[in-house]
Every structure is written in structure tokens, then in C-alpha cells.
Nanobody, 120 residues
Framework: DVQLVESGGGPVQAGGSRRLLCAAS????????MGWFRQAPGKEREGVSC????????YYADFVKGRFTISTDNAKTTLYLQMNNLKVEDTAWYYC?????????????WGQGTQVTVSS
């Protein structure tokens, strides 16, 4: 079975940084666009960023542009999300996901998530 496992979450102060990782097993990103979405308590799921497998084009939601950077390793088995200048409103569970389009609201696979808590 495809597995996506996120890590790197945790507490951080506003203005700080965290780097999320998503490790894939029995799966490579060659045929999928990969992305991150997040969900805060009581809020709707929202797409954060994604990267196209075809040409590496990246997409960022307006609320993270200039602060977050998505990337993959050369083997295309690990997805990263570098998050800088974090804000309290970035507090959420972050999930990596595979889909056939970027950006998209439809995902084929996703992990169990990693929690990021930003304090003021």
C-alpha cells in the first residue's frame, strides 16, 4: 500500500520556522503532483502548496506566498515544506498528499498529518 508519512511538526513561536517532511514508501512522485494541505480546528481544509511532477512548477496559496517553499528530493520520495515567518494563524494539522493535478482540492493519497502550533 502507498504510505505517506509526515514529520517535522511541533510548537514554534511566531516569526519562527519549521521544515515539514513527507516520506513516501512503495511510492514515488514521478506520476503524481504532490502537495500540502492543512486543517485547523473548526475550519475547512485548505490547500497550502503543490508541485507538479511534469516540470516542477510550484503553486502557493496567497496566505503563504513568500513564506513557505515546497520542494522534493532528487529521488522523489521525500516532499518538503519549508515554513518561515510563521504566524499564529498557520496553526493547523498539515498533510502531504498526492494528486493528479496542481492545484487541486482532490487528492488520491494523503498521510496522517503533522501538527504545527504557532504561539505568539
Amino acid at each position: 500500500d502507498v504510505q505517506l508519512v509526515e514529520s517535522g511538526g511541533g510548537p514554534v513561536q511566531a516569526g519562527g520556522s519549521r521544515r515539514l517532511l513527507c516520506a513516501a514508501s512503495r511510492f514515488t512522485f514521478d506520476n503524481y503532483d504532490m502537495g500540502w494541505f492543512r486543517q485547523a480546528p473548526g475550519k475547512e481544509r485548505e490547500g497550502v502548496s503543490c508541485i507538479r511532477s511534469s516540470d516542477g512548477t510550484t503553486y502557493y496559496a496567497d496566505f503563504v506566498k513568500g513564506r513557505f517553499t515546497i520542494s522534493t528530493d532528487n529521488a522523489k520520495t521525500t516532499l518538503y515544506l519549508q515554513m518561515n515567518n510563521l504566524k499564529v494563524e498557520d496553526t493547523a494539522w498539515y498533510y502531504c498528499a498526492a494528486s493528479t493535478d496542481c492545484p487541486t482540492d482532490m487528492y488520491d493519497y494523503w498521510g496522517q498529518g503533522t501538527q504545527v502550533t504557532v504561539s505568539s
